[in-house]
């Protein structure tokens, strides 16, 4: 089993940035990929970025060159800097675990990032 527990979103204004964290305990050899999902009302859950133990990563095009995805091994934790954010990034955001190329097979609790004037 492995627990993902994720640091708290927030408001930002459009154009603002906003950095999330997510550490990675338990069972944490039985994955090689973290990333990020966010669900918006109404619409499924999405993926946002992936990165893998060897630092292959992979992104939405909607956030490709205004996010960026980050891993620090020794810590089992992964990270989300975005910039440039939008109205239409507000999402619920959940970090995710599990093998490259395959769903995830571990949640986080959730996250709400808002942004909004």
């Known amino acids: 089993q492995v627990t993902l527990v994720e640091s708290r979103g927030g408001l930002v204004q459009p154009g603002g940035s906003l950095r999330l964290s997510c550490a990675a305990s338990?069972?944490?050899?039985?994955?090689?990929?973290m990333g990020w999902y966010r669900q918006a009302p109404g619409k499924p859950r999405d993926l946002v970025a992936a990165?893998?133990?060897?630092?292959?990563?992979r992104y939405a095009d909607s956030v490709r060159g205004r996010f960026t995805i980050s891993r620090d091994s020794a810590k089992n934790t992964v990270y989300l800097q975005m910039n440039s954010l939008k109205s239409e990034d507000t999402a619920v955001y959940y970090c995710?675990?599990?093998?490259?190329?395959?769903?995830?097979?571990?949640w986080g609790q959730g996250t709400q990032v808002t942004v909004s004037s």
């Open positions: 338990g069972s944490i050899f039985s994955i090689d990929t």
């Open positions: 995710s675990g599990g093998l490259w190329g395959r769903p995830p097979a571990y």
């Open positions: 990165i893998n133990s060897g630092g292959s990563s």
